[in-house]
């Protein structure tokens, strides 16, 4: 099993669908907090804030 992908993003508001080929799974919309990063509870994917992109940006 390969670990979970690690994905850099510019916005603290994602959404997740899993990956249509090897994954999928219902689109979950998640937050980034403080610690700069979030996981997606279904795939394990890490959506990891871009440095100098602020958490709390709406």
Known sequence: MQ???TII???AKIACD???DSSPHPRV???IAKEGFV?????G???ILKEG???DAH
């Open 3 to 5: 670990p979970p992908e």
């Open 9 to 11: 993003v510019d916005t």
């Open 18 to 20: 899993g990956d249509a």
């Open 29 to 31: 919309y998640l937050k």
């Open 39 to 43: 996981d997606c509870p279904y795939c």
């Open 45 to 47: 994917k890490r959506f």
């Open 53 to 55: 992109a602020h958490a």
